[in-house]
Each structure stands twice: as structure tokens, then as C-alpha cells.
């Protein structure tokens, strides 16, 4: 008999609450009303948020083909870039640090300020584009690697401006890129003619065949003999030359930008919350009239 006293009170109860609740209907409706009418006011002043997409390709690896022979070499470069200074650890082959910097380089804000501040065909304020816009790296997709986003505010082409904008960061990204490879090079050519002189040292003409030259070790170059290795610095030399006249012929672009979509939420998202803030907010003056009333 308890339990179905119970049952009976709660189903009152709720019944009661929801009579008083249709008796203070006017006041539901009037904050429901202006709720809405400040969300519709809010959504209005929101700026319209635009997004495109691009394709990139990777830097062919017939490029860095000349240079294979330093991919089994550990060098440990130091190049001041920006005021920055960044170490290279070429471990990887060069193609592999070109593509990682040329990722960096593209998400960087750097080189989006970089890019903005050269850019002559934007007469809108640069400080004010520079805090519109944003360049996110999307989830590979069906093995798509190098899918990147423009999402902005600013009033601008979005889709030209992310082609111009990939084709700097590429210039950029091959002149930092070419720096380093210089350094390589040199930093190679010294190797070899400290070796030369101790090859010398020792009137080692000829390479020492009971030592294996396929090893990377380079304190043992001098087996090499002096004949050998002063080839290899007039080798190593020509190709710091050649690498003045390097040039990144390819096309960083896959796949041209998507169409901008308006990725803004819509004007409902912003009247339902406002609505169910209301009836939140509703209920909790109601609420606390009917605790005032009982005093």
C-alpha cells in the first residue's frame, strides 16, 4: 500500500508542477522570445567562417638523386633561418627532410605573415588577415598525406590565395633548402681534404684495398689514398656548384582548392541553444517565484 502511495503522490506531484508550469506560461514564452531574438542578433554580428582544401605532392625523389650519396651519411647541419637556428639531422634521405620542411614550412605562421606582408594584392590591414586566417593539416584519407585547409574569415579569394600561398612556401622552402645541402657538401669537402692531408702524411698514394671503403666511418678516409680522395674533393667541389644552379622543377600541386564552403554554424543552431537556454532559465525563475510565493 506504501509503494502505491507513493506512485500516486509522484504522479501529483508532476501533475502539479506542470499545471503551474502552463499557469506561468507567459513568462516561458517572453524569455523563449527574447532569447531567440538575441541569439538571432548574435548570430548576425558573427563574421561568415570559409574553408577550401588542397592537394600537395611530395617532392620527387629523382631531384635528389645526385645527392644519394650522402643519405648513409650522418650530418648534423646548422643553419640560421629566421633568426632561428634549426638543426637538420640528415639521416633521412634528402627528399624526406625536403618534404618535412616544406610541411612545416606550410603551417607555419611565419610564413603565413611572410607570405601576407609580400603579398601586394591585399590592400586589407595585414594585422587583421593574419588573425582571419588559419592553415590546418586534414587526416590522411585513402593514403592522402598532404591534404591541407584554408579556413578564414577575411574577405579574400580563398582559392587563389591558397595556390599562391603553396607556391611561396615552396620558393621559400628550396631556398632554406638549398643553404643546406651547401652545407653538406662543404662540411663533406673538409672531411675529405683532412683526410687527404693525413693520406699525404703517411705517402699513401694509392687506396689501401684491404679496407672496406662502403664503410661510413669517415676517420678512415685516408685509406682511400691521395690520388682517390683529391678526386673525390674535385668531384664533391663541381657539385657545389652545380647545386647554385638547382632547381626544384615540379609542380607542388595535386589537386587545385575545393570550392570555399561557409562552414559558419547555421542561424538555427544559434535560436535552438538560445531556446533551450530559455526554458533553462524559464524554469529556474519560475522555480524560485514559487519557493518566494510559499514564504
Do not use: C
Request: aromatic share 12%.
Amino acid at each position: 500500500m506504501k509503494k502505491k502511495t507513493f506512485i500516486v503522490n509522484d504522479e501529483i506531484n508532476i501533475r502539479n508542477a506542470i499545471i503551474y508550469l502552463w499557469s506561468e506560461k507567459k513568462i516561458i514564452i517572453l524569455i523563449s522570445l527574447l532569447s531567440m531574438f538575441f541569439g538571432f542578433l548574435y548570430s548576425s554580428i558573427q563574421p561568415k567562417q570559409y574553408k577550401t582544401s588542397i592537394i600537395l605532392r611530395e617532392v620527387p625523389e629523382a631531384l635528389f638523386r645526385k645527392y644519394s650519396q650522402f643519405d648513409t651519411f650522418h650530418h648534423n647541419i646548422t643553419i640560421k633561418k629566421h633568426l632561428i637556428t634549426q638543426k637538420y639531422q640528415v639521416k633521412k634521405s634528402f627528399e624526406e627532410n625536403f618534404n618535412n620542411e616544406f610541411s612545416a614550412n606550410f603551417l607555419s605562421l611565419r610564413s603565413l605573415e611572410q607570405f601576407i606582408n609580400k603579398n601586394k594584392e591585399i590592400n586589407k590591414s595585414k594585422s587583421y588577415l593574419i588573425k582571419k586566417i588559419k592553415i590546418i593539416k586534414e587526416n590522411p584519407i585513402n593514403d592522402v598525406i598532404n591534404h591541407y585547409s584554408l579556413v578564414y574569415q577575411a574577405p579574400i579569394l580563398g582559392e587563389k590565395f591558397l595556390i599562391d600561398y603553396s607556391l611561396f612556401v615552396k620558393k621559400q622552402t628550396e631556398i632554406n633548402f638549398k643553404k643546406m645541402i651547401k652545407e653538406v657538401i662543404s662540411e663533406e669537402i673538409e672531411i675529405f681534404k683532412q683526410n687527404l692531408i693525413l693520406a699525404k702524411s703517411i705517402e699513401l698514394d694509392k687506396p689501401n684495398l684491404k679496407v672496406d671503403f662502403n664503410d661510413n666511418n669517415t676517420s678512415e678516409l685516408f685509406y682511400r689514398g691521395a690520388k682517390l680522395l683529391s678526386q673525390q674533393i674535385i668531384n664533391l667541389n663541381k657539385l657545389l656548384k652545380d647545386t647554385e644552379q638547382l632547381k626544384f622543377n615540379y609542380d607542388p600541386i595535386v589537386q587545385n582548392p575545393t570550392k570555399s564552403n561557409i562552414i559558419s554554424p547555421p542561424l538555427y543552431i544559434y535560436l535552438i541553444n538560445s531556446f533551450l537556454l530559455s526554458l533553462f532559465l524559464s524554469i529556474i525563475i519560475i522555480y524560485l517565484k514559487f519557493i518566494f510565493s510559499k514564504r
